[in-house]
């Protein structure tokens, strides 16, 4: 599955005028080139119908565990509540690549986030 946003294409191409341009000497050697991308929550109000909201804020997952952080994934967690009411949390991608040892610490921190989620921790 894809899904063709053609973020990646105006990245590209904005490059390709900062590099004229900073070339051309009309931007400082010290400018430096940002991109920013839509986040997650934006594709909602963009690209889902408004009678099907609902059902894509209950899948909508957040990657707010980060490994040995319970501090950080409150706060994060926190922050996330002031954007979204309803959301799931999860990790960074690739546990398979992962050092092993990693996975029982992950697992938890997911159990402690669902449970301060829920209001009882």
């Known amino acids: 599955m894809a ?3 053609g973020y ?4 590209l191409a904005s490059w390709r005028i900062f590099e004229g341009l900073r070339r051309d000497g ?3 050697d010290g400018v ?3 991109v920013c991308l839509p986040t997650p929550m934006s594709s909602a109000c963009m690209y889902v119908s408004p009678r099907s909201h609902d059902d894509y804020l209950r899948a909508f ?7 040995a952080d319970e501090a ?8 996330a509540r ?5 959301f799931g ?6 546990w398979g690549l992962a050092d092993p040892a990693r996975v029982g610490g992950l697992q938890e921190s997911h159990r402690r986030a669902a449970a301060y989620l829920a209001g009882g921790g």
């Open 8 to 11: 990646a294409e105006a990245a």
């Open 26 to 28: 009309v931007l400082a």
């Open 61 to 67: 997952y957040l990657g707010l565990i980060h490994h």
């Open 3 to 5: 899904f063709e946003t």
């Open 82 to 86: 002031t954007v979204t009411p309803r």
């Open 72 to 79: 950080g994934d409150r706060r994060r967690s926190a922050t």
């Open 89 to 94: 949390v999860a990790t960074e991608c690739g």
């Open 32 to 34: 430096r080139f940002q």
